[in-house]
């Protein structure tokens, strides 16, 4: 079975590469994820397409071939989470699973990207969770009690707000939420801004997190 299979057999987002880092093919499920179409991406370098960075948002760049580094020494390759950038300029975070398919040769072979995104929703909880109950470091704390009043007050969302604020904890970016309200992105931007304003937040990933705790998405 080679690479191409098993990204079109993938029911999560899959991408294959050979062993140039070229793109070879990609799933739907991964064209929807990303934004991305055949013609755009095949026969591009993987790390120019999705510009990978680590979980805090530095760019891994050239790094990223550390892992063919690793095939060539023989050393197995492990799960590993990064952020991949979507064609609307937006990063996915994404727990990533390499399948290394070999060739006829050692040099030759092609990979499986198998990508399984990561649920903003379960993150985003556990980081609330944690600067709730923390106790150890005061600046944490204060953090944490922001979060608390803001989600002991209630604040209420329109209609539309709602609307957007549930596309967004489903993980899309802003230009997926305009294309699918027919609004432009600025709208979704300033609309944004007003949703963070009214519940008393500073980031997406907390307003998601209190608009779950009030039950208002």
């Known amino acids: 079975m080679d690479a191409l299979t098993i990204v079109a057999r993938s029911s999560t987002a899959a991408v294959a590469t050979d062993a140039e880092d070229r793109v070879i093919g990609i799933n739907e499920a991964a064209r ?11 026969g591009l370098d ?14 891994l760049g050239y790094d990223y071939s550390l892992i063919f580094q690793m095939l060539e020494g023989g050393q197995p390759l492990k799960n590993f989470e990064c952020q991949l950038r979507k064609a609307c300029g937006e990063y996915q975070r994404a727990q990533v699973s390499v399948v290394v398919v070999l060739g006829p040769c050692p040099e030759r ?19 609330i969770a944690r600067l709730l109950n923390s106790a ?14 803001a989600s002991d007050g209630k604040s209420t969302l329109t209609g539309r707000q709602q609307e957007i604020l549930r596309l967004v904890a489903g993980g899309k970016c802003s230009c997926e939420v305009a294309e699918q309200l027919n ?31 009030q039950r208002l998405i």
């Open 183 to 213: 609004i432009s992105p600025e709208t979704v931007r300033n609309h944004m801004r007003n949703i963070l304003s009214r519940l008393g937040v500073h980031s997406r990933a907390q307003a998601v997190s209190v608009a779950y705790q």
């Open 46 to 59: 993987f790390a120019t397409v999705f510009q990978p960075r680590d979980i805090f948002g530095n760019p």
């Open 109 to 127: 072979y092609e990979l499986a990207h198998i990508l399984w995104p990561c649920d903003r929703r379960r993150q985003a909880d556990e980081v």
């Open 136 to 149: 150890e470091h005061p600046e944490v704390s204060a953090i944490g009690a922001e979060l608390r009043h």
């Open 32 to 42: 929807s994820l990303f934004g991305v179409g055949n013609a755009r991406i095949i």
